[in-house]
Protein backbone atom coordinates (compact mmCIF):
# COMPACT_ATOMS: atom_id res chain seq x y z
CA UNK A 1 0.00 0.00 0.00
CA UNK A 2 1.08 3.67 -1.14
CA UNK A 3 2.36 5.26 2.37
CA UNK A 4 0.41 9.41 2.15
CA UNK A 5 1.85 11.79 4.10
CA UNK A 6 0.57 14.55 2.37
CA UNK A 7 -2.78 15.22 3.60
CA UNK A 8 -2.88 18.66 6.04
CA UNK A 9 -5.74 19.96 7.74
CA UNK A 10 -7.34 22.08 4.50
CA UNK A 11 -5.52 20.81 1.27
CA UNK A 12 -3.16 18.42 0.04
CA UNK A 13 0.51 19.09 0.08
CA UNK A 14 4.35 17.59 -0.12
CA UNK A 15 7.21 17.67 -1.25
CA UNK A 16 7.16 16.57 -5.71
CA UNK A 17 8.11 13.52 -5.91
CA UNK A 18 8.69 12.33 -2.70
CA UNK A 19 5.86 12.97 -0.65
CA UNK A 20 3.40 13.93 -3.46
CA UNK A 21 3.78 12.14 -7.37
CA UNK A 22 1.72 10.79 -10.04
CA UNK A 23 1.16 7.45 -8.34
CA UNK A 24 -0.48 9.57 -5.05
CA UNK A 25 -2.29 12.24 -7.06
CA UNK A 26 -3.82 9.13 -8.95
CA UNK A 27 -5.86 7.38 -6.03
CA UNK A 28 -6.33 10.60 -4.36
CA UNK A 29 -8.31 11.62 -7.37
CA UNK A 30 -9.75 8.09 -7.75
CA UNK A 31 -10.68 8.71 -3.83
CA UNK A 32 -11.68 12.27 -4.82
CA UNK A 33 -14.29 10.59 -6.79
CA UNK A 34 -15.95 8.17 -4.60
CA UNK A 35 -16.30 10.08 -1.83
CA UNK A 36 -17.75 13.07 -4.08
CA UNK A 37 -19.70 10.77 -6.68
CA UNK A 38 -19.01 13.70 -8.72
CA UNK A 39 -19.52 13.04 -12.67
CA UNK A 40 -18.18 16.14 -14.16
CA UNK A 41 -14.73 17.68 -12.37
CA UNK A 42 -13.03 21.14 -13.68
CA UNK A 43 -9.24 21.13 -13.20
CA UNK A 44 -6.74 23.48 -13.16
CA UNK A 45 -3.34 24.04 -12.54
CA UNK A 46 -0.67 26.98 -11.28
CA UNK A 47 3.26 26.90 -13.43
CA UNK A 48 5.04 24.87 -11.29
CA UNK A 49 7.25 22.31 -12.86
CA UNK A 50 5.43 19.27 -11.80
CA UNK A 51 1.53 20.58 -11.94
CA UNK A 52 1.81 19.05 -15.65
CA UNK A 53 2.28 15.44 -14.55
CA UNK A 54 0.09 15.75 -11.53
CA UNK A 55 -2.57 16.81 -13.37
CA UNK A 56 -2.54 14.59 -16.27
CA UNK A 57 -2.31 11.49 -13.18
CA UNK A 58 -5.38 13.38 -11.59
CA UNK A 59 -7.43 13.60 -15.29
CA UNK A 60 -6.35 9.97 -15.45
CA UNK A 61 -7.75 8.98 -11.97
CA UNK A 62 -11.27 10.64 -13.06
CA UNK A 63 -11.59 9.20 -16.28
CA UNK A 64 -10.75 5.88 -14.96
CA UNK A 65 -13.47 6.49 -12.08
CA UNK A 66 -16.05 7.16 -14.99
CA UNK A 67 -16.43 10.77 -14.68
CA UNK A 68 -15.98 13.70 -17.05
CA UNK A 69 -13.14 16.25 -17.05
CA UNK A 70 -13.10 19.84 -17.86
CA UNK A 71 -9.56 20.91 -18.30
CA UNK A 72 -9.16 24.73 -17.85
CA UNK A 73 -5.29 25.03 -17.98
CA UNK A 74 -2.77 27.42 -16.55
CA UNK A 75 -5.53 29.49 -13.49
CA UNK A 76 -5.64 30.68 -10.37
CA UNK A 77 -7.20 28.66 -7.77
CA UNK A 78 -9.90 31.33 -7.51
CA UNK A 79 -11.04 30.31 -11.05
CA UNK A 80 -11.35 26.49 -10.48
CA UNK A 81 -13.34 27.75 -7.72
CA UNK A 82 -15.27 30.24 -9.82
CA UNK A 83 -16.01 27.36 -12.41
CA UNK A 84 -17.10 24.45 -10.14
CA UNK A 85 -20.22 26.93 -9.03
CA UNK A 86 -20.96 28.30 -12.23
CA UNK A 87 -19.70 26.00 -14.38
CA UNK A 88 -22.06 23.63 -12.77
CA UNK A 89 -20.00 21.01 -11.80
CA UNK A 90 -19.89 18.34 -9.21
CA UNK A 91 -16.37 18.89 -8.06
CA UNK A 92 -13.07 21.18 -8.91
CA UNK A 93 -9.85 20.23 -8.16
CA UNK A 94 -7.06 23.13 -8.50
CA UNK A 95 -3.02 21.59 -8.75
CA UNK A 96 -1.35 23.70 -6.40
CA UNK A 97 1.28 24.52 -3.59
CA UNK A 98 0.27 28.05 -2.70
CA UNK A 99 3.26 29.54 -1.39
CA UNK A 100 4.82 26.31 -0.52
CA UNK A 101 8.65 26.65 -2.28
CA UNK A 102 8.96 25.15 -5.17
CA UNK A 103 9.91 21.67 -5.06
CA UNK A 104 6.45 21.64 -3.46
CA UNK A 105 3.10 20.48 -5.46
CA UNK A 106 -0.46 19.93 -3.82
CA UNK A 107 -4.00 20.11 -4.83
CA UNK A 108 -6.99 21.80 -3.55
CA UNK A 109 -10.65 20.08 -3.51
CA UNK A 110 -14.13 21.55 -4.15
CA UNK A 111 -17.49 19.63 -4.40
CA UNK A 112 -20.50 21.24 -5.74
CA UNK A 113 -21.08 25.23 -5.32
CA UNK A 114 -17.27 25.35 -4.90
CA UNK A 115 -17.60 23.86 -0.65
CA UNK A 116 -13.89 22.88 -0.19
CA UNK A 117 -12.88 19.69 1.17
CA UNK A 118 -11.10 19.36 4.51
CA UNK A 119 -10.08 17.20 7.07
CA UNK A 120 -13.22 17.39 8.53
CA UNK A 121 -15.46 17.11 6.03
CA UNK A 122 -13.73 14.36 3.78
CA UNK A 123 -9.99 14.05 3.45
CA UNK A 124 -9.95 11.60 5.79
CA UNK A 125 -12.48 9.61 3.78
CA UNK A 126 -10.56 10.42 0.43
CA UNK A 127 -7.43 9.34 2.11
CA UNK A 128 -8.89 5.55 2.98
CA UNK A 129 -10.91 5.35 -0.52
CA UNK A 130 -7.42 5.40 -2.45
CA UNK A 131 -7.16 1.44 -2.25
CA UNK A 132 -7.99 0.20 -5.31
CA UNK A 133 -5.30 -0.44 -7.14
CA UNK A 134 -6.30 -2.80 -9.79
CA UNK A 135 -8.41 -0.62 -12.10
CA UNK A 136 -8.08 -1.04 -16.13
CA UNK A 137 -7.27 2.30 -18.00
CA UNK A 138 -8.15 0.93 -21.07
CA UNK A 139 -11.26 3.13 -20.68
CA UNK A 140 -12.13 5.47 -23.28
CA UNK A 141 -10.92 9.18 -21.98
CA UNK A 142 -13.46 11.59 -21.36
CA UNK A 143 -11.58 15.19 -20.86
CA UNK A 144 -12.04 18.01 -22.39
CA UNK A 145 -9.57 21.40 -22.81
Known amino acids: ???????????????????????????????????????????????????????????QGITDSESDVTDIGIVGTEVVSFSTSYGNFDGGIMVTASHNPKDYNGMKLLIKQSKPISEDTGLKEIKKNRRKKNISSQKQ?????
Not at 22 to 51: P, W
Not at 141 to 145: G, M, T
Request: with cysteine; glycine share 4%.
Open 141 to 145: KRCRL
Open 1 to 59: MLKINCFKAYDIRGSFPDELNEEIAYFISRGFIEFSRAKNVVIGMDIRLSSQKIKDAVI
